[in-house]
């Protein structure tokens, strides 16, 4: 994904990240567990997920 998002022009970027973002939010939702420690690193994954997903969609240049 490193390597797309710096040859890919930014609509399709912006396109590929939030795909990425959402079929791995659905991988680890749909496999979830009752264990608290699934519990917890689920809910970490999801939000930092939300957290690149706000960030592409802002616009935020990269530091490259």
Known sequence: MIFLSLV???QANLWANTLAAVLT???VVGGCSA????LFFA???VLCMAVIVGYVWRGR???V
Do not use: D, G
């Open 8 to 10: 890919l022009p930014h």
């Open 25 to 27: 939010q659905l991988y």
């Open 35 to 38: 264990s608290p420690s699934y």
């Open 43 to 45: 809910l970490a994954e």
């Open 61 to 63: 240049q990269s530091m």
